[in-house]
């Protein structure tokens, strides 16, 4: 059973058209990847399944339609997004973002636990607990963005473009982290990447936007094998 | 020295309503990066409600808290009609909304209450407790008063996830609504919080002034000249900032300019606030780094 099914998804940044009836699917406990262009609508795509754009469309997350629903309903459904730019609250300290990811959850004892582990997986989160994220690192906003997300206990982690701006021996850190997390807390995730490369090893599914249309889907292998994939995306 | 340390007193005093003035001015900056223009007459307004139940016949402290209550409410009722729907309009479109319920707080005050000076009785005894011949009773009583506001709300926003909402709401919205914060209902709670705190200033201020529709109008002056030379964008900064504008008014008007151009202390702080140091003395410079 797929876990989001988006059917015909149009969205809207005022007058300007920038998804065209997007449809893709996402299976319980799977990782998909939105590839594509710059512009070609893949950040879109997560702030559509997020309403954060003015959509048209339908989508069922685990069971139930979130046509309509504002974002605030949507996310305690079970949805975490960590948007474009890390949507850090720059002017609080890590500690704080991280309760506020907690925000809509009422177990008090389990957020406690769960700001530890996050702690043990980070260990450079600890060191800087009280600090404001805006004087983190690059990487560490990036593992606090992520973190934060997680907080929420979500079903579904959508992730835009985890590996911007940081060096690639970070983005390699990043992407183990997130398949730890998919394994063993059984996270599914849609992935939004530039790095088609390392977004297509993650991936067991994929999906290819241009201007604002799904020109291709399939298993990442099959995607992976793709000869205009390969050339256009790969570079090889 | 005894007159000085008076003046001294005294300006703290004054200076703790100055301070929630520009607290709750602050706060509506942070969540709509405009200032409320509008607050002193919204007070104003309160501090009539809290007299005409004293009036009729109402204890002060029943009326203080319940006044407080509908100045929450007011506020929040004021952010969802009035506010909301200009959110994301240009800033002049903004400041005529403010400069309008100004206009309509003040013209109501007028209208519902007459425009007649009324005199509002001090809860507190005349005669201070303490160092009594440095401070009167209601001074060091509104003092405790506004002191004790500030603290609930420094309590408030530090230890309460609603406080650290409101916080997140106001920095971040678009973050905010993606961990599930109902963002527009956050600021609609910041506007009821700086309403009841205006509330209290104005209650506080009414014994020292007489009512009247315009008795908050240079109030708000100093308040704003309290929270621009704290940093506008720090709440604690013009607390600082408001005891700092009352002492600073009190002593220059003892025994520099004189108590005609008392006023023109704060209007000289905003402006040499705004030309000389725009972040004010404890204005956060947010770090980010690239």
Same mark, same amino acid.
């Given at each position: 059973?797929?876990?989001?099914?988006?059917?015909?998804?149009?969205?809207?940044?005022?007058? &300007?058209?920038?998804?065209?009836?997007?449809?893709?699917?996402?299976?319980?406990?799977?990782?998909? &990847?939105?590839?594509?262009?710059?512009?070609?609508?893949?950040?879109?795509?997560?702030?559509?399944?997020?309403?954060?754009?003015?959509?048209?469309?339908?989508?069922?997350?685990?069971?139930?339609?979130?046509?309509?629903?504002?974002?605030?309903?949507?996310?305690?459904?079970?949805?975490?997004?960590?948007?474009?730019?890390?949507?850090?609250?720059?002017?609080?300290?890590?500690?704080?973002?991280?309760?506020?990811?907690?925000?809509?959850?009422?177990?008090?004892?389990?957020?406690?636990?769960?700001?530890?582990?996050?702690?043990?997986?980070?260990?450079?989160?600890?060191?800087?607990?009280?600090?404001?994220?805006? &004087?983190?690192?690059?990487?560490?906003?990036?593992?606090?963005?992520?973190?934060?997300?997680?907080?929420?206990?979500?079903?579904?982690?959508?992730?835009?473009?985890?590996?911007?701006?940081?060096?690639?021996?970070?983005?390699?850190?990043?992407?183990?982290?997130?398949?730890?997390?998919?394994?063993?807390?059984?996270?599914?995730?849609?992935?939004?990447?530039?790095?088609?490369?390392?977004?297509?090893?993650?991936?067991?599914?994929?999906?290819?936007?241009?201007?604002?249309?799904?020109?291709?889907?399939?298993?990442?292998?099959?995607?992976?094998?793709?000869?205009?994939?390969?050339?256009?995306?790969?570079?090889? | 020295?005894?007159?000085?340390?008076?003046?001294?007193?005294?300006?703290?005093? @004054?200076?703790?309503?100055?301070?929630?003035?520009?607290?709750?001015?602050?706060?509506?900056?942070?969540?709509?990066?405009?200032?409320?223009?509008?607050?002193?007459?919204?007070?104003?307004?309160?501090?009539?409600?809290?007299?005409?139940?004293?009036?009729?016949?109402?204890?002060?402290?029943?009326?203080?808290?319940?006044?407080?209550?509908?100045?929450?409410?007011?506020?929040?009722?004021?952010?969802?009609?009035?506010?909301?729907?200009?959110?994301?309009?240009?800033?002049?479109?903004?400041?005529?909304?403010?400069?309008?319920?100004?206009?309509?707080?003040?013209?109501?005050?007028?209208?519902?209450?007459?425009?007649?000076?009324?005199?509002?009785?001090?809860?507190?005894?005349?005669?201070?407790?303490?160092?009594?011949?440095?401070?009167?009773?209601?001074?060091?009583?509104?003092?405790?008063? @506004?002191?004790?506001?500030?603290?609930?709300?420094?309590?408030?926003?530090?230890?309460?996830?609603?406080?650290?909402?409101?916080?997140?709401?106001?920095?971040?919205?678009?973050?905010?609504?993606?961990?599930?914060?109902?963002? @527009?209902?956050?600021?609609?709670?910041?506007?009821?919080?700086?309403?009841?705190?205006?509330?209290?200033?104005?209650?506080?201020?009414?014994?020292?002034?007489?009512?009247?529709?315009?008795?908050?109008?240079?109030? !708000?002056?100093?308040?704003?000249?309290?929270?621009?030379?704290?940093?506008?964008?720090?709440?604690?900064?013009?607390?600082?900032?408001?005891?700092?504008?009352?002492?600073?008014?009190?002593? !220059?008007?003892?025994?520099?300019?004189?108590?005609?151009?008392?006023?023109?202390?704060?209007?000289?702080?905003?402006?040499?606030?705004?030309?000389?140091?725009?972040?004010?003395?404890?204005?956060?410079?947010?770090?980010?780094?690239?």
């Amino acid at each position: 059973m797929s876990l989001l099914q988006v059917k015909d998804l149009c969205a809207w940044y005022g007058p &300007t058209q920038a998804l065209f009836n997007v449809n893709f699917e996402l299976a319980e406990g799977g990782i998909t &990847t939105i590839l594509g262009a710059n512009g070609a609508g893949k950040t879109t795509t997560l702030r559509g399944v997020c309403q954060t754009v003015k959509t048209s469309g339908e989508m069922i997350f685990d069971g139930k339609s979130t046509s309509g629903l504002s974002t605030d309903k949507i996310v305690r459904m079970g949805v975490a997004h960590v948007p474009d730019g890390r949507g850090t609250f720059t002017g609080l300290t890590v500690d704080e973002n991280l309760r506020l990811g907690a925000y809509t959850r009422k177990d008090k004892t389990a957020v406690s636990e769960d700001i530890e582990k996050v702690y043990d997986r980070f260990p450079r989160l600890r060191e800087r607990f009280s600090q404001q994220a805006g &004087t983190l690192s690059g990487g560490e906003q990036q593992m606090l963005a992520i973190s934060r997300a997680l907080m929420l206990r979500p079903k579904l982690l959508l992730l835009d473009e985890p590996s911007f701006g940081l060096a690639p021996l970070i983005v390699q850190e990043i992407f183990e982290i997130m398949k730890s997390i998919n394994q063993t807390d059984g996270v599914s995730m849609l992935l939004v990447e530039q790095n088609a490369s390392l977004a297509l090893n993650l991936a067991d599914h994929a999906y290819l936007l241009e201007t604002g249309k799904v020109v291709l889907a399939g298993p990442a292998e099959d995607i992976r094998a793709d000869e205009t994939i390969r050339r256009t995306y790969l570079g090889y | 020295m005894d007159g000085f340390l008076l003046q001294v007193f005294s300006g703290l005093a @004054t200076g703790s309503i100055y301070a929630a003035v520009g607290l709750a001015l602050v706060m509506i900056y942070q969540s709509t990066h405009h200032i409320n223009f509008a607050q002193g007459e919204m007070a104003t307004f309160a501090t009539f409600i809290c007299w005409w139940l004293i009036d009729s016949g109402m204890s002060y402290w029943l009326a203080f808290f319940l006044t407080v209550g509908v100045a929450f409410v007011g506020g929040l009722v004021i952010q969802r009609v009035f506010i909301r729907p200009v959110e994301r309009k240009p800033v002049l479109i903004n400041v005529i909304v403010f400069v309008g319920l100004l206009v309509i707080f003040n013209a109501m005050s007028g209208w519902i209450f007459e425009h007649t000076l009324k005199a509002f009785e001090s809860p507190f005894p005349v005669r201070s407790a303490v160092l009594p011949e440095y401070i009167s009773g209601h001074q060091l009583g509104s003092l405790g008063v @506004t002191l004790a506001v500030l603290l609930v709300i420094y309590l408030f926003f530090r230890f309460t996830p609603i406080g650290l909402a409101m916080r997140g709401a106001a920095q971040n919205p678009d973050s905010a609504s993606l961990v599930g914060i109902r963002v @527009t209902w956050m600021l609609a709670l910041g506007w009821g919080l700086a309403s009841a705190i205006g509330a209290v200033a104005g209650i506080m201020m009414a014994p020292i002034m007489f009512l009247d529709p315009n008795m908050m109008g240079g109030i !708000l002056l100093y308040g704003f000249a309290a929270a621009l030379l704290g940093g506008i964008d720090n709440p604690w900064g013009a607390v600082a900032g408001g005891f700092i504008v009352g002492v600073l008014e009190n002593l !220059l008007g003892a025994y520099v300019i004189g108590s005609d151009l008392k006023l023109t202390v704060a209007l000289v702080l905003i402006v040499g606030t705004l030309t000389l140091k725009p972040n004010g003395l404890f204005g956060q410079k947010v770090v980010t780094r690239v």
